[in-house]
């Protein structure tokens, strides 16, 4: 008798398991996710268009974008608004007229792209699969063969595929941007 509780006990329990796993939802949020999509919507330094975006996603991609890539340092020109530059004792507010729109110089040839949405809605121009192709291989979507120099695509390739669709999703809510002047990362 006390088998056969334990048994169905364990089989409801894991059914449950798959229940929960299955339901809509769940794909977004990975376990302990909620307080990284909370912090993500609100660090996002530029209005965001959830209309027919996944939340989660979009909160999780501020977040990685944010909070752990530094991607602004290296894709926003300049990277804060002036007189704000934490560097030099502002308080880090970031320049939202020119947010992640590229145009940062390192040197020679070398120009950090603009990752907002396109006419289209693809962040740099990119569908989800080449997004992916580039954070992957580093691959340059611009000089096939090439591989991207500065985009640190070594780290970024081991990111889960989770977290590349939810900063690929967070790149099509922000708003389109254009590059501003700057003449270094971080600036």
């Not at 794909?27 to 996002?44: N, P, T, V």
């Not at 939202?96 to 603009?114: E, M, Q, W």
Request: aromatic share 8%; charged share 15%.
């Amino acid at each position: 008798m006390k088998r056969a509780i334990l048994t169905l006990t364990l089989f409801l329990g894991f059914s449950f398991t798959i229940v929960l796993l299955s339901t809509p939802g769940s794909q977004a949020q990975g376990a302990g996710d909620e307080s990284k999509i909370q912090q993500g919507l609100a660090i996002a330094p530029v209005h965001l268009t959830l209309q027919g975006k996944n939340r989660a996603l979009v909160g999780l991609g501020s977040y990685l974008i944010n909070a752990v890539g530094g991607c602004n340092d290296c894709h926003s020109c300049p990277s804060y608004v002036p007189g704000h530059n934490p560097f030099d004792g502002g308080d880090g507010q970031i320049n939202g007229t020119n947010y992640l729109a590229g145009g940062v110089p390192f040197g020679g040839p070398i120009v950090s792209r603009n990752l907002t949405p396109d006419a289209s809605g693809k962040p740099a121009g990119l569908t989800f699969d080449q997004f992916l192709h580039v954070l992957r291989t580093g691959e340059d979507p611009e000089q096939p063969g090439e591989l991207l120099q500065v985009m640190p695509w070594p780290v970024f390739r081991n990111m889960t595929d989770r977290d590349i669709q939810a900063i690929y999703e967070y790149l099509s809510a922000i708003p389109h941007a254009e590059p501003g002047v700057c003449f270094f990362p971080g600036q």
